[in-house]
């Protein structure tokens, strides 16, 4: 048998061995550390060696500038909006204590802009900021037009807080105003509502929409508010109106047929007799104010006015004819002559009176209230 021969390693200046296929290598490189010129610059390779250090250390801990998307995101919102950042391979945080999404300084326009085309989030266009974007001088049509949505998206806040509505929508109908009354038009409004899956709205929580929507609005009675849901649904159909007025009269039908088979049924037997019940509700309440006055003809007012005017009167005669004359002799009678105008002058009295009185009036007003029923 032959025996193979073993090359040993060429041992390296720190001891450690080195394999025989770099041994060429490490031979150079002893020879290039140990040359004069090496050896020279060694203090320079050695802080231009800690300085690539420093600086691989420093961008490898340094931690970037987190800013938030948007600020108050709701938790849907927020949600949305970490997927679409996931999506298109943005760098986000969550943070733990306030819950908003957080992206580096240099990536939030990128971030806005790329949510904006996705529509996110929907619940951030409030209506301070469509307020607040109003153009300098703008006209009293485009003023109206900014208030009437900014009023429909705060209701659609409003509602999309009542539990099982996903989102939202209010549409307000609001006629032009007019100086006559035959004119006038009364307001309207629609409510689309999304909801939940698997849930569904109560009678009390589709009035409370209407009733929401319609103290919002001046002038806008329950009656013209329309609720309907993501699947064509009217959720508002016997909840006002007639629909109402009728239900109540199925109900007190329906209660005062039990109580008839419960009262008859102890006598008669069960199935023995039929029942049948007719409610004539009247759902009209009449309010009525009078005010009279005793005695008839009282004076409410009265404006009194006097004219004086004193004017001296005309010269007449000869002048210094009677200047001479002996005075005539007094008479002594019971009743003092009538007065005569003398030279001072002559007054003349107009008077004028305006007296108002008060009449008696009745105020009737008729309006919905508690149903009167007869059976």
Same mark, same amino acid.
């Given at each position: 048998m032959s025996e193979a021969a073993v090359i040993p390693a060429d041992p390296s200046p720190s001891g450690l061995a080195v394999p025989p296929v770099l041994? /060429?290598?490490?031979?150079?490189?002893?020879?290039?550390?140990?040359? /004069?010129? *090496? $050896? $020279?610059?060694?203090?320079?390779? =050695?802080v231009i060696a800690l300085l690539a250090a420093a600086a691989l250390a420093y961008f490898s801990l340094r931690q970037p500038n987190w800013r938030p998307v948007y600020p108050g995101l709701a938790e849907a919102d927020a949600a949305a909006v970490s997927d679409a950042l996931a999506a298109a391979n943005f760098e986000y945080r969550i943070n733990q204590d306030s819950g908003t999404v957080e992206v580096p300084a240099g990536d939030?326009?990128?971030?806005?802009?790329? =949510?904006? &085309?996705?529509?996110?989030?929907?619940?951030?266009?409030?209506?301070? $900021?469509?307020l607040a974007d109003m153009p300098l001088g703008a006209s009293r049509s485009v003023e109206a037009a900014r208030l009437k949505q900014?009023?429909?998206? !705060?209701?659609?806040a409003s509602v999309e807080a009542i539990d099982g509505v996903k989102a939202a929508r209010?549409?307000?109908?609001? /006629? !032009?105003?007019? @100086?006559?009354?035959?004119?006038?038009?009364? +307001? #309207?409004?629609? *409510?689309? @509502?999304?909801?939940? +899956? &698997?849930? #569904?709205?109560?009678e009390a929580q589709v009035r409370s929409v209407?009733?929401?929507?319609?103290?919002?609005?001046?002038?806008?009675?329950?009656?013209? @508010? #329309? @609720? *309907?849901? $993501?699947? &064509?649904t009217l959720l508002s159909a016997g909840v006002t109106g007639d629909a109402q007025h009728l239900a109540y009269q199925q109900r007190?039908? #329906?209660?005062?047929?039990e109580r008839l088979v419960k009262l008859l049924t102890p006598m008669l037997g069960p199935g023995r007799f039929t029942a049948e019940v007719a409610a004539d509700v009247d759902f009209s309440e009449n309010e009525a104010a009078s005010e009279r006055f005793q005695p008839a003809g009282t004076v409410r007012s009265e404006q009194t006015?006097?004219?004086?005017?004193?004017? +001296?009167?005309a010269a007449a005669g000869i002048p210094g004819a009677l200047t001479n004359t002996v005075p005539q002799a007094a008479q002594v009678t019971g009743n003092p002559p009538p007065a005569t105008p003398t030279a001072a002058g002559s007054t003349v009295t107009a008077e004028t009176a305006a007296r108002n009185y008060e009449i008696g009036k009745d105020v009737s007003v008729t309006r919905a209230g508690a149903p009167r029923h007869g059976l």
């Open positions: 041994a /060429p290598i490490a031979g150079r490189a002893r020879s290039l550390w140990a040359s /004069p010129a *090496v $050896q $020279q610059a060694r203090p320079a390779l =050695l939030a326009a990128r971030a806005r802009i790329l =949510l904006a &085309g996705q529509g996110l989030p929907k619940a951030s266009a409030a209506a301070g $900021q469509a900014a009023l429909e998206r !705060e209701l659609a209010v549409h307000v109908a609001t /006629p !032009e105003p007019s @100086v006559f009354i035959r004119d006038r038009a009364a +307001p #309207s409004a629609s *409510v689309f @509502v999304t909801l939940a +899956p &698997g849930r #569904s709205l109560a209407i009733w929401l929507v319609a103290t919002s609005l001046p002038g806008l009675a329950s009656d013209r @508010v #329309s @609720v *309907v849901d $993501q699947s &064509g007190l039908e #329906s209660l005062v047929r006015s006097r004219n004086m005017d004193g004017t +001296p009167p």
